[in-house]
């Protein structure tokens, strides 16, 4: 017993490590990047189906402001630098 690791423990039927979480949880500045990450798709979906016809949410130049392709990509880039544990 003296020669196992002081993280591991007997547990009826071989060594196993405790429970315990590997990360610890969100931060805020996270939760934010996967907000952003999920509404990115939704975003550049949006705009596929409005430019296809299915449904308009406002005229066509206010579309591509707002809606556009960029605003997806933006998002989803700042959503990704959010979620990342160390800041860069």
Do not use: K
Request: net charge positive.
């Amino acid at each position: 017993m003296e020669n196992q690791p002081p993280d591991q423990h007997w547990a009826g039927g071989g060594w196993r490590r405790p429970s315990r979480r590997l990360l610890p949880p969100p931060t805020p500045r996270q939760w934010a990047g996967r907000v952003c990450l999920v509404l990115a798709p939704v975003i550049f979906i949006t705009h596929i189906l409005e430019h296809a016809g299915v449904f308009r949410v406002m005229s066509p130049g206010l579309e591509d402001i707002f809606i556009g392709y960029p605003t997806a990509f933006i998002l989803a880039i700042l959503g990704a630098r959010l979620v990342a544990r160390t800041p860069r």
